[in-house]
């Protein structure tokens, strides 16, 4: 082998190893947003529009992308069975029109950005969580579909 093949070779290999590396960044950029619902939360201290009395399923959304996002809607669906859920095929769907102790919505969600959003906890909502499967998440500007997590929401924990 010649001092040019090698030299050909080796050019071939690095450019193929940087191809590979721009299209992971590429993929990886944009906002990548992250969700988690607490169900059975309750306030402690004086939180503005906040009742001690209730219990909440807490959403948090983070954007640990590079880009920010608008947050459109807090929703939520209920699949009956596991079938139904892997078929998408849900039994029940609603959004929060106006998220409990949270930044109204639509929300401009930056880059490193955090928001929390509440639903109140109600026997409706704890029957939809025992009995089969309750997702909570949200939709955004950036995403064709919901981000959701499962909750599954305890009966009795209202004190």
């Not at 590396?21 to 906040?50: C, E, H, L, Q, T």
């Not at 880059?111 to 409706?124: C, D, H, K, P, Y």
């Not at 089969?132 to 004190?159: D, E």
């Amino acid at each position: 082998m010649k001092v040019t093949e090698i030299a050909a070779w080796w050019g071939a290999v690095i450019a193929s190893l940087v191809l590979a590396w721009d299209i992971y960044k590429w993929k990886r950029s944009g906002p990548f947003i992250n969700v988690s619902a607490s169900p059975n939360m309750k306030i402690f201290g004086s939180v503005p529009g906040g009742n001690e009395n209730k219990t909440y399923v807490v959403v948090e959304v983070t954007n640990i992308g590079n880009q920010k996002t608008t947050l459109t809607h807090l929703v939520s669906f209920h699949y009956s069975t596991l079938l139904r859920k892997i078929r998408k095929k849900h039994d029940k769907c609603f959004f929060v029109p106006t998220p409990a102790l949270s930044q109204p919505l639509p929300h401009i969600l930056d880059a490193g950005e955090r928001w929390l959003g509440a639903i109140e906890q109600n026997e409706e909502l704890e029957e939809f969580s025992r009995n089969g499967y309750l997702l909570c998440g949200v939709c955004h500007s950036s995403g064709k579909k919901a981000i959701l997590q499962r909750v599954v929401a305890q009966k009795g924990k209202k004190s």
